[in-house]
């Protein structure tokens, strides 16, 4: 058993240490592999391992007893600190007794019935309505429906998440420190206590600085004066905590653009391979970000999309529509364009038209994506779909998009066959790619934005109306395909 498995036993451990002292040397668990490897990867010794790993299961103990929830079940997170992943089951729990178990347990992570529409908005609102408005509807009952359904909608479902598992750290802290009574609205003085104890039980700083950012944010929801109220206290704090643990650097490589050439110029026969490929390409040569590839569908190939300046030379390009990237949530789209390569072995327009017709993918006759481009299409399928076998051994795409980590996934898997070590790339390396390719061939930043579309809110990109067709490609052409 490793030592993070460690059943709960009494130890001298008091609150407010970093671990107990419970006289067990690193010789006794000495050469254990997981410890050792924990120590490793940690810089820590195997004492220090082993304590934290002490200090961990008395935090379980203490919760559970202070908790007052009798039997019921408690499922624990294996972060440093130890989470309770059920706290909104617990609500009954003593521990919740005078506290507003409403503001407190508050769990909007899920997407709301009109994120999940994805822009298909008015049928959706329409079936709020008929639920939610109506004759009897009064002044807070609406103001309620605009809470449930519309004001989550401030952060993304991605972001609420985050939050969401952070806040229950908050909480489940607050149990443990007889402190849930000053969690919401929370001091300053409350928030250095829970960062000590987050730093004490070797948190990482990534984690540290959500939790801040969890709990200013549960204050702004609810119209509370947030702990941290000074213009730069986040960004000094950050400062703080990067002085003493220093900061690591992101690893991950950018796809180089020998990468996409042998990508572009590989024909594999199987179904997943070419999909694998392809969807590297284009997410590098596109600048994209893992969830904006997975997001495209057929429809979002906009073919010969720059010929409409009416200037000669445009056909055989194509146009990826994006209806909304990380700075755009307000759905105003962005066209990354892909150009005519000089070597006809590697157009990757080509590649994509001759791509559907090998999966079986089409634009539906109906489709309504050109008319209202900030709705997802109902009608097509993704234009990279989740496989599966059918009889005779034979992969076909199915009508599922394939989700953010898969399409991490595919690229991981792409680069390897390209010769590359897949452990330094990830799905973030494509769009890295992109602009860093861009970069090296120094093309003008502001031109760069319209393929990465990174910074959208500088205050002249807003005006920016292009005149010239040409430029729209220049971040393509650095890849000298
Ligand atoms: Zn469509």
Redesign the pocket.
């Known amino acids: 058993m490793s030592a993070y498995g460690h059943p709960p036993r009494a130890t001298a451990w008091r609150p407010g240490e970093a671990g107990a002292r419970a006289g067990l040397g690193a010789q006794d668990s000495g050469g254990s592999g997981a410890l050792a490897a924990a120590a490793r990867q940690l810089g820590m010794s195997e004492q220090d391992i082993f304590d934290l790993a002490l200090a961990r299961s008395a935090w379980r103990s203490m919760v559970a007893v202070r908790l007052g929830a009798g039997n019921a079940r408690l499922s624990w997170s294996k972060t440093p600190l130890p989470v309770l992943l059920n706290v909104t089951e617990l609500a009954h729990a003593s521990a919740f007794a005078g506290v507003d178990r409403g503001r407190i347990l508050l769990d909007d992570s899920e997407p709301t019935a009109l994120e999940r529409a994805d822009g298909n908005w008015g049928p959706a609102a329409r079936r709020l309505g008929a639920t939610g408005g109506g004759a009897g509807a009064t002044v807070t009952s609406l103001a309620a429906e605009f809470d449930r359904h519309l004001a989550p909608s401030i952060r993304q479902p991605r972001t609420r998440a985050d939050y969401w598992r952070a806040w229950r750290l908050v909480v489940t802290w607050g149990v443990a420190r007889k402190a849930l009574g000053s969690v919401l609205p929370m001091s300053l003085e409350t928030l250095k206590a829970l960062t000590w104890d987050l730093v004490c039980f070797a948190a990482p700083t990534s984690q540290v600085e959500l939790v801040w950012k969890a709990v200013q944010a549960r204050h702004r929801q609810f119209h509370l004066p947030p702990p941290m109220c000074e213009g730069n206290q986040f960004s000094s704090w950050a400062k703080m905590l990067g002085a003493i643990r220093g900061r690591p650097v992101a690893l991950k490589l950018p796809i180089q653009k020998a990468t996409v050439r042998w990508l572009l110029a590989w024909r594999p026969t199987a179904l997943a391979a070419h999909r694998a490929r392809l969807l590297t390409a284009v997410a590098t040569l596109g600048c994209l970000r893992v969830n904006e590839v997975a997001r495209l ?3 979002d190939l906009w073919f010969d999309y720059l010929m409409a300046y009416g200037v000669p030379g445009f056909e055989g390009t194509c146009s990826v529509h994006i209806n909304r990237r990380k700075n755009d949530t307000q759905r105003k789209g962005h066209y990354p364009a892909f150009g005519r390569s000089r070597d006809p072995e590697l157009d990757v327009v080509a590649q994509l038209r001759h791509w559907m017709v090998f999966a079986g993918l089409e ?2 006759p109906d ?3 050109r008319a209202r481009p900030a709705a997802a ?4 399928p993704p234009l990279f779909p989740l496989s599966r076998c059918v009889k005779g051994g034979v992969t076909v795409a199915t009508r599922q998009p394939c989700s953010r980590q898969k399409a991490s996934d595919w690229i991981r898997w792409a680069v390897k066959q390209a010769g590359g070590d897949s452990s330094r790339f990830s799905g973030i390396s494509a769009r890295k790619g992109g602009i860093s390719t861009a970069i090296e061939a120094r093309v003008d930043e502001t031109i760069l934005y319209l393929q990465s579309g990174h910074g959208a809110a500088l205050p002249a990109r807003a005006y920016m109306q292009i005149a010239s067709p040409a430029r729209f490609l220049e971040t393509f052409e650095a890849f000298g395909l």
């Open positions: 569908q057929v429809c634009v539906h489709c309504a994506k299409c109902e009608l097509c």
